[in-house]
């Protein structure tokens, strides 16, 4: 406390700001910093498992950006990943605003019943999720066939995550379902701060709940929504848990990899360190590309 | 597989459980920071006509309907975490466990390992969310606070290095750690957990500081406070709710996390939660796996992160009622 | 670097958590201690909880005993995450465990980057000729031996007696009629399942489809002047793969992308529901036969309830073992499971390792991995495993079995996903020859490692 407190009463003095953020640089530093500068360097070697037990890197330099950006497979894998990206960022931002929206519209018993499930759900261990997902959609003895079935349909024996689309379907699925309840749960937050007062003025001067809506309700969740969409488009663009958990559960992985498993099937599958890397590299840059749009816009409004 | 959200790509749901942005924890979403009570959950609107109670009952119903739609996945978990495999291997699903027992709950617990990996997890989780508000705070007062040269580099620095994807990044990791002489320590995981929570903290929190106008803290100086009374009793009380929303995502990333965990961890002793749920999940290549027990580890792991969310309510609502400035 | 670190650690402690307690390194020892063996503290990794407790408190009163004042501390490593753990730890000479067990599969790739000691000269002394052949040959690179066989496992058929009798066909005696039999079962499907089985098997269960490309003389790869070359275009390989493609045509209804995960659930009775005309259908049974490890039988059975709790209780009039029989007769050269184990070679206690490898290969420790159902490196334990049905079928099946290549890069080639995809497009219906020709030419430059 004493600290914080003397950092302030000196926060004219130029050299406080780069005090305050020393801890977090050199923590930053040290457990990113190394990291990152290994995969930049070992991106520009041929590097397997012999070169890990000691024998020394031979440098390719740019060789495996080169043999990466001419495997059209690549491209497959990164046009996949930027349409799944896209739809599951939309989706789930799209549902948890209109989940927030009710939130704010039903009253407090039905309210407090939703965000207790949401927060239930968001507390779920990932593994179990995967795992009860996983037996939900199962070819044999899932519940969703079982009931499908029941309600008069012919779903015995089939299997969800065989065809890529449908796989997709199942992925969209999990992760719209985990990442719904912080969404939702921000962006009623966001809400609750937009005053009473504003929107019954304007109610009074006859804007319908439309224009109130576009018009007062959505500038004022604007910071909050414009952090959520950037978050969720640098997770569903890494996504990797979900979709390699459902891949060992079936689908052809050539077939359903996005480029998290795809780094992981050249790493660690396939003890290609030095391809591993360069793709880390190139998604490095290829997510900064993506959501530079937002970065910026969100550095303007931060100056 | 992980869950670090900036480092970890694979962070699954972890990664995507990250708390609110700005303002309170969403348990209690319906009071604002400056800690007057909002909407109450009523649409103003709808209180100013004739009420639409069809309506409202519609919604209601609705709200209802979603509610079960997310609260199932939770239910089959504890529901099968009652069951004995043989039943979880049926073809026809038991949708109430009638003829469940604690039996699994029995077995993992004096298995092997939970309470070492219990005490583990809560001193690496407790560990980071401590030192991720303290380094994240600073930062945050730093850049909202400040104008100073690196500024927009740090912001921006902060912003990239969470994009870095982590699925390659395992050997780095150990070497890092293993040069620190840190492996299997506490100290040694949570060195990269924080790295990869803090900068979204940072972020979450500059918005929260950047939030208390600084002429309530001048003043109250004016009204003759010093100006670390006029800190504390002024703006700390209203980061309360920042600070536990950072707190409440830190929390969740360091407890579910387990790559980073896996290859930092890999001695019996210093197991945390997720991995020991995954000694059930792969016990064994000649053993097949006890999907009961499966569940009720994880029931086990989701517990305390409910009654972490509990806590934090009540010190949040504490924190609120003393220090609520009508802004 | 000094000024980050201190921060870090500075502010951990200030923070006072007394959490460091629990993170010891078992295997950390001061430098210079290895010169003097007899008083350290070796680790010993086991994979997965195959070796079962006994052996594991044997191996620790057996090593103190032999090197007083030292002791052995065994760790546990899932399966599912070994190759990481071994990637990141045996290269650390810090932090690597002393002796490490590995999946056989596994073994090639890591003795071929030099992760292992040469022990070469103590071949003949922990077992010689006797030791199993395959897995000697997996740890071996050059003529040197690195690691050695641990225990085996082999797979063999489960099948339903009961539905077999109803379909008319009895136990076949060479692969010709095993896969003529499991189609007949499959078309009578005396009970009229749906997605009925003759016999089932996963599109991506490719360690038990190979067995039909060993039976046929295939293999995977071979090693063509020091290069490793793939071989699912080998005549023989074809041979095997049209019979497989027959059997996932007219005998399995298995998924396209099923691997080898619990098959026996589709051979049990679970339960029985109730049909619209009042009868019922024992929903589970979805094959007539599966392929799987001997452990398997534990598994397999009626549903009974002991003690109030239900378990699987085997039931010789409704199941039955045999073993994949050979092209003429025999038993057919099934995948052998199992894992080798080997030292360190960044291990500071190479003496007490040593020491611990006498104790895994003596007569004493054979003999116990047989009792418990694991096969034992040395042939002359073999007895050991017992005389049931399900020892016999694995020492008949295990007599013949066969590995992966022992090619450097043959862990890459399961990490890359090839063989599951490759079987998956053979099981629905794809062009054999064609796509044997492109997955040999996405195969073969993963065969010789990386670097």
Redesign the interface.
Not at chain 1, 117 to 123: D, E, P, R, Y
Not at chain 1, 177 to 182: C, E, I, N, Q, T
Not at chain 3, 255 to 258: N, Q, T
């Given at each position: 406390?004493t600290m914080?407190?003397q950092?302030?009463?000196h926060?004219r003095r130029?050299r406080?700001?780069?005090l305050?953020?020393?801890?977090?640089?050199?923590?930053?530093?040290?457990?990113?910093g190394?990291?990152?500068v290994?995969?930049l360097v070992t991106s520009t070697q041929?590097?397997?498992?012999?070169?890990?037990?000691?024998?020394a890197?031979?440098s390719v330099g740019l060789g495996n950006y080169v043999t990466l950006f001419t495997d059209s497979y690549l491209w497959t894998v990164v046009a996949r990943s930027i349409a799944f990206c896209l739809v599951n960022a939309g989706v789930t931002v799209l549902i948890g605003v209109l989940?927030a929206l009710?939130?704010?519209?039903?009253?407090?018993v039905?309210?407090l019943?939703?965000?207790?499930?949401?927060?239930?759900?968001?507390?779920?261990?990932?593994?179990?999720?995967?795992?009860?997902?996983r037996?939900?959609f199962d070819?044999?003895?899932g519940?969703v066939n079982?009931v499908l079935t029941w309600g008069g349909l012919d779903f015995?024996?089939h299997?969800w995550?065989?065809a890529p689309l449908s796989f997709f379907f199942v992925a969209t699925t999990v992760?719209v379902?985990?990442?719904?309840?912080?969404v939702a749960?921000?962006v009623?937050?966001?809400?609750?701060?937009v005053?009473?007062d504003v929107?019954?003025a304007a109610?009074i001067d006859g804007a319908n709940?439309w224009q109130?809506f576009w018009g007062i309700v959505v500038p004022m969740v604007r910071?909050?929504l414009m952090?959520?969409l950037l978050?969720q488009i640098?997770?569903d663009?890494?996504?990797?848990?979900?979709i390699?958990?459902l891949q060992d559960a079936?689908?052809?992985?050539?077939e359903t990899n996005l480029?998290?498993?795809y780094?992981?099937?050249?790493?660690?599958?396939?003890?290609?360190?030095?391809m591993?890397?360069a793709?880390?590299v190139f998604?490095?840059v290829l997510?900064?590309a993506l959501?530079w749009f937002y970065?910026r816009t969100?550095?303007k409004e931060?100056a | 597989?992980?869950?670090l959200?900036?480092?970890?790509?694979?962070?699954?749901?972890?990664?995507?459980?990250?708390?609110?942005?700005?303002?309170?924890l969403?348990?209690r979403?319906?009071?604002?920071?400056d800690g007057t009570a909002?909407?109450?959950?009523?649409?103003?609107?709808?209180r100013?006509r004739p009420v639409r109670r069809a309506g409202?009952a519609l919604?209601?119903l609705?709200?209802?309907v979603?509610?079960?739609l997310?609260?199932f996945?939770?239910y089959?978990?504890v529901s099968?975490s009652l069951l004995p495999n043989v039943l979880?291997?049926?073809?026809?699903?038991t949708f109430v466990p009638v003829d469940g027992s604690l039996d699994n709950y029995r077995a993992v617990l004096t298995g092997s390992g939970f309470p070492g990996a219990l005490r583990m997890s809560l001193a690496v989780t407790l560990l980071t969310v401590l030192?991720v508000l303290?380094?994240?705070?600073?930062?945050a007062?730093?850049?909202s606070?400040?104008r100073?040269r690196?500024?927009?580099s740090?912001?921006?620095?902060?912003?990239?290095?969470?994009?870095?994807?982590a699925?390659?990044?395992?050997?780095?990791?150990y070497?890092?750690i293993g040069s620190l002489n840190l492996l299997n320590s506490v100290l040694g995981v949570t060195?990269?957990y924080?790295?990869?929570v803090?900068?979204?903290t940072?972020?979450m929190l500059?918005?929260f500081v950047a939030g208390v106008p600084i002429e309530l803290e001048e003043a109250a100086m004016v009204d003759g406070l010093s100006?670390?009374q006029a800190?504390?009793r002024i703006t700390f009380p209203l980061l309360a709710p920042g600070l536990v929303a950072s707190g409440v995502y830190a929390f969740?990333q360091a407890w579910?996390e387990?790559t980073v965990a896996l290859v930092i961890l890999q001695s019996d002793g210093a197991k945390t939660l997720?991995i020991w749920?995954?000694s059930f999940?792969q016990a064994s290549a000649s053993r097949e796996t006890d999907?009961g027990q499966?569940?009720a580890s994880?029931?086990l792991?989701?517990v305390p992160?409910?009654i972490f969310?509990l806590v934090v309510q009540g010190r949040m609502t504490s924190g609120l009622m003393s220090g609520a400035v009508k802004g | 670097?000094t000024?980050?670190?201190s921060?870090?650690v500075g502010?951990a402690l200030a923070l006072t958590l007394g959490a460091c307690s629990s993170g010891t390194t078992s295997s950390e020892t001061p430098a210079g201690e290895s010169s003097a063996p007899e008083s350290a503290s070796i680790t010993l990794w086991l994979a997965g909880g195959d070796t079962p407790d006994a052996l594991r408190e044997y191996l620790t009163t057996e090593f103190e005993n032999e090197n007083p004042g030292s002791t052995l501390v065994i760790e546990q490593q899932d399966w599912g995450d070994l190759?990481?753990k071994l990637?990141t730890a045996?290269?650390d000479a810090n932090n690597t465990p002393d002796v490490v067990e590995l999946g056989n599969t596994q073994s090639p790739?890591?003795t071929?980057?030099?992760?292992f000691l040469d022990i070469s000269d103590m071949y003949d002394e922990l077992g010689g000729d006797k030791l199993l052949p395959s897995f000697v040959e997996a740890g071996a690179v050059d003529g040197a031996n690195y690691t050695l066989p641990y225990y085996f496992g082999s797979r063999y058929m489960f099948y339903r007696a009961d539905v077999w009798a109803e379909a008319g066909v009895s136990v076949p005696t060479t692969l010709a009629e095993f896969n003529e039999a499991v189609v007949t079962i499959a078309e009578a499907n005396p009970r009229d399942i749906?997605?009925f089985s003759g016999f089932f098997l996963g599109g991506?269960d490719w360690r038990n489809a190979i067995s039909w490309i060993f039976a046929n003389g295939g293999d995977l790869a071979t090693k063509v002047d020091g290069q490793w070359v793939s071989t699912l275009s080998d005549p023989s390989s074809i041979e095997g793969l049209t019979q497989l493609q027959e059997i996932w045509a007219k005998a399995s209804?298995a998924?396209?992308?099923?691997k080898d995960q619990s098959p026996w659930?589709?051979i049990n009775d679970t339960d029985s529901a109730t049909n619209e005309d009042s009868s019922t259908t024992d929903t589970?049974l979805?094959a007539a036969t599966i392929m799987a490890p001997g452990w398997a039988h534990w598994s397999i059975g009626d549903l009974e309830v002991v003690d109030d709790k239900p378990v699987r209780t085997w039931n010789d009039e409704t199941f039955g073992t045999f073993v994949l029989p050979g092209v003429d007769g025999g038993a057919a050269p099934v995948f052998a499971g199992g894992s080798n184990i080997g030292i360190s070679a960044t291990s500071q206690h190479p003496e007490l390792a040593t020491s611990l490898m006498r104790i895994v290969f003596s007569p004493e420790y054979q003999q116990m991995l047989g009792e418990n159902g694991l096969g034992p490196a040395n042939s002359d334990y073999m007895s050991s495993l017992g005389d049931d049905q399900f020892a016999t079928a694995l020492i008949e099946s295990a007599s013949n079995s066969q590995l992966t290549p022992a090619a450097p890069?043959w862990?890459?080639v399961e990490?890359?996903?090839l063989l599951?995809?490759f079987f998956?497009k053979v099981s629905q219906g794809g062009d054999i020859t064609a796509l044997a020709a492109e997955y040999d030419e996405k195969i073969t430059p993963?065969l010789n490692?990386?670097?």
């Open positions: 406390m914080r407190t950092t302030v009463r926060r130029p406080t700001p780069y305050l953020i020393t801890p977090a640089v050199a923590i930053l530093a040290l457990s990113m190394y990291p990152l290994w995969q041929r590097f397997g498992l012999a070169q890990q037990f000691g024998k890197p031979e989940l009710l939130m704010k519209a039903i009253g407090t039905p309210r019943i939703l965000q207790v499930s949401m927060l239930l759900a968001w507390s779920m261990p990932v593994v179990a999720a995967m795992t009860v997902w037996w939900l070819w044999n003895r519940v079982w015995i024996g299997n995550l065989q992760i379902w985990m990442s719904v309840p912080f749960l921000s009623y937050a966001g809400l609750t701060q005053p009473d929107l019954e109610q709940g109130r910071p909050v952090i959520v978050l640098i997770w663009l890494r996504v990797f848990a979900q390699k958990l079936g689908s052809t992985p050539s480029l998290g498993t780094i992981f099937q050249l790493g660690t599958g396939s003890q290609d360190f030095g591993a890397s793709v880390s998604v490095l997510t900064i959501s970065v969100l550095l931060d | 597989m992980s869950d959200a900036p480092a970890r790509p694979g962070s699954a749901g972890a990664t995507r459980s990250a708390p609110p942005v700005r303002t309170a969403p348990v979403p319906a009071t604002r920071p909002a909407g109450r959950g009523t649409a103003p609107a709808a100013r409202r919604l209601s609705a709200a209802i979603v509610s079960l997310w609260l996945p939770v089959w978990m099968s979880l291997q049926s073809t026809r699903p030192v303290m380094f994240a705070f600073l930062a007062l730093a850049i606070r400040f100073f690196g500024r927009k740090f912001v921006l620095a902060v912003l990239l290095v969470q994009m870095l994807p699925e390659g990044l395992f050997i780095a990791q070497k890092l060195i990269i924080v790295g990869a803090v900068p979204f940072v972020w500059r918005g100006r670390t800190f504390l969740l579910n387990f997720p749920l995954r999940l999907w499966v569940m994880s029931t792991i989701a992160v409910i969310f | 670097m000024i980050l670190r921060a870090a502010a190759v990481t990637t045996l290269p790739t890591f071929n980057v030099g992760a749906a997605n991506q209804n998924p396209a992308d099923a659930l589709y589970s979805a890069g862990a890459a990490g890359s996903g599951e995809e998956s993963l490692g990386v670097g």
